[in-house]
């Protein structure tokens, strides 16, 4: 239960047992846990930070344990802002990239930096040899939601030559692919093979980096088949790795369950009034999310059933009002 907050079976175990005997101090709970005193002092540490044991003002120098209506409430909102931060040093990031990417064509740039593959035989043609040049890692952004037969076809057959070499791939998509069977059978099998997936509500852009050397992005990112840049600077590389880390972070292991925040709302909700609310067309939004038109106008109008509102401009107002945004 408490591994969702970051905390080990210890800390769990010592958590409820304090719950359970108040008055038991550290002597009582290493004998009834057999746990070494080193390890519950650590597990102690973790509940504290987490808010869920507290010093006790009855009995001062010992530790009490924090109700879990009261505990796990104040952890979760701990969690939320974190996520919070997370997600906006993720927009920082991609902003600054975005600008940087947009300079690559500079006359000071070496022309051996960045290199242009237009075509989609060219880019499938890269996108093999890379899966026969990689050595040790592949990150990928995978964006667009469902993926056509012919891109899951080429993805199976570079993946599985990857991961028969041992190379470590771990990859993104939109939570939208979790409702399509194809994308999702092929998520399956990555991690069925040894890879790691997590899905994001939203993604930058298209990405991949091979050995933190080598990124590949679209051209247009709002055309992906127009072809892609190959890039090996590492002033660019660098901030696309950290950009790659920090969604990682906030993004949802594949087979995990998507749980509402404290709102009751889903991250795809989230979201989807995040890019509304920044000026973004269903349209547009729909594209960001991976879903269709029809999906991004039924999602908005159960929001705005929600929250009482005739018109999406009022249910923006009330969005604000309700904390949602």
């Not at 050995?211 to 709002?222: E, G, K, M, S």
């Not at 696309?240 to 995990?256: K, R």
């Not at 604000?320 to 945004?325: A, D, M, N, P, R």
Request: glycine share 6%.
């Amino acid at each position: 239960m408490l591994a969702a907050f970051g905390l080990d079976a210890v800390a769990e175990k010592v958590y409820w047992q304090m719950l359970a005997e108040p008055h038991w101090g550290v002597a009582e709970l290493v004998t009834h846990l057999a746990v070494p005193e080193a390890e519950l002092r650590t597990a102690l540490d973790a509940l504290f930070e987490m808010t869920l044991v507290r010093d006790s003002i009855a009995h001062p120098g010992r530790l009490r344990a924090v109700s879990p209506e009261i505990g796990l409430t104040s952890a979760l909102a701990q969690q939320q802002a974190e996520l919070a931060e997370r997600q906006q040093q993720v927009a920082d990031s991609q902003a600054a990239i975005a600008q940087m990417i947009s300079r690559l064509d500079h006359p000071g740039h070496s022309p051996t930096a960045t290199t242009q593959i237009l075509g989609m035989d060219a880019v499938q043609d890269l996108l093999a040899r890379m899966a026969r040049e990689t050595q040790f890692e592949v990150l990928t952004f995978m964006t667009g939601g469902a993926q056509s037969p012919n891109a899951l076809e080429h993805a199976r057959r570079n993946d599985t030559e990857l991961l028969e070499r041992g190379v470590r791939i771990r990859a993104i998509g939109l939570d939208s692919i979790r409702n399509d069977r194809a994308t999702l059978a092929h998520a399956q099998f990555l991690t069925d093979n040894g890879a790691e997936f997590r899905t994001s509500a939203v993604l930058p852009s298209r990405m991949i980096l091979a050995d933190r050397r080598i990124a590949v992005l679209p051209v247009d990112p709002a055309n992906t088949r127009t072809g892609v840049l190959h890039l090996t600077n590492p002033g660019v590389i660098t901030p696309l790795l950290a950009l790659f880390q920090q969604v990682w972070d906030i993004a949802t292991p594949f087979g995990a369950t998507h749980e509402p925040d404290r709102q009751g709302l889903n991250p795809q909700e989230r979201a989807l009034l995040e890019l509304l609310s920044e000026g973004h067309t269903d349209e547009s939004a729909a594209n960001q999310l991976g879903v269709s038109h029809r999906t991004v106008r039924r999602t908005m109008a159960g929001l705005m059933e929600r929250l009482q509102a005739r018109s999406r401009f009022e249910a923006g107002l009330r969005a604000v009002q309700h904390g949602w945004l």
